[in-house]
């Protein structure tokens, strides 16, 4: 079979890795891929927001199947235009991705099929959204509606803040057309998980738990990233937990989408914030976690191809699901000044001398004269499988060692759990 993998991060390189032990695999390819996958995969030289490109490729080379990794080409209709030419594909189709494509619509989708999330309102226009501020206590959270790379979410502790970050969204266009309108939402307390869900078209199925390191800097401080490093599974996922996830927040989702006519096939990402065995959803997102799927691919003792089909034909059930008992930790290496501005093209030392036990997956990575070099905010994801979450945080650390590039930076204290 061969099978198209879009976009070009860790999170593709995990999911290439993957891919690449499956029996009925005959050829792999990724667009446009990076260093990394080009040693596993065909890399193609088209953007994956390029959906007509995309599209023909598919079609003109008798693609079997597609599987689209980053969101933006999901929200932009990749799948759609993909079953017009008759062509099978991995990831919900524009209505289905629309609960990532804009935070105020997946908000009304919340509160119109009850599922439990923190208080909010939508704004556009900038005094309004000002005058909104006093409707919500501090600290608030303010998020751009539309895609913003993971980085459009600000914590405010300050009034001051919160309107210095209302005029960046509103009036700067800080993360341009994705701050058309914001959203004002109440801040939560407790500790944040992260729920991969492969979703039938009839059912959700959930993976194992994961938990993610947002912000930029160690004790969760700085800005927040598209994450920072991951483990799973994540301890906090108790039966109680699991048990409230399921009926008000899973069976629930799964009642909107169908309630709305949403078919909707590929993963569902649910991040969520758990306090006392509770949980509130903070965003949906229509497509694999990252770094989650770096994390949680590792833990799967399936074929994921296998899976990822019968996703798409709407037989996957949960016995189809395999997972080893390891953990497994990864750590983002990122240019120095991510998730701000930050420097390209540094060359990457040490990639060959990395244990053969401990996966790299590139995210940020290109060539530049034969030697592999820095091409992205978020440079590489270490990750290692142990038998426990210290060994494998420890096994990951070490080899970090091994790696370097010019202003490389990384946080120290992922799954640090004492």
Known sequence: MKVLVVGSGAREHAICYKLKQSKILTKLYCAPGNAGISSIAECVDIKAEDVEKITEFSYNNKIDFVMVGPEVPLVDGLVDELEKKGIKAFGPKKAGAMLEGSKSYSKDFMQKYNIPTAKYKTYTDCEKALEGLKEFSLPIVIKADGLAAGKGVLICNTIKEAQEGIKAILEDKQFGNAGSSLVLEEFLDGIEASLLCFVN???????ESARDYKRAYDNDLGLNTGGMGCFSPNSIYTDELKSYIKTHIIDNTLNGLLQENIDFRGVLFIGLMTKDNKANVIEYNARFGDPETEVVLPRLDADLLDIMLKTADGTLKQSDLVWSDKKCVTVILASGGYPESYEKGKEIFGLDKIDSDVMVFHAGTSFK??????????????????DTIKNAREKVYQNIKRISFDKMEYRTDIAKLD
């Open 201 to 207: 078209g009839k059912e959700i199925i959930p993976m």
């Open 369 to 386: 004269d034969n030697k592999i070099v820095t091409n992205g905010g978020r440079v590489l994801a270490v990750s290692c499988l142990a």
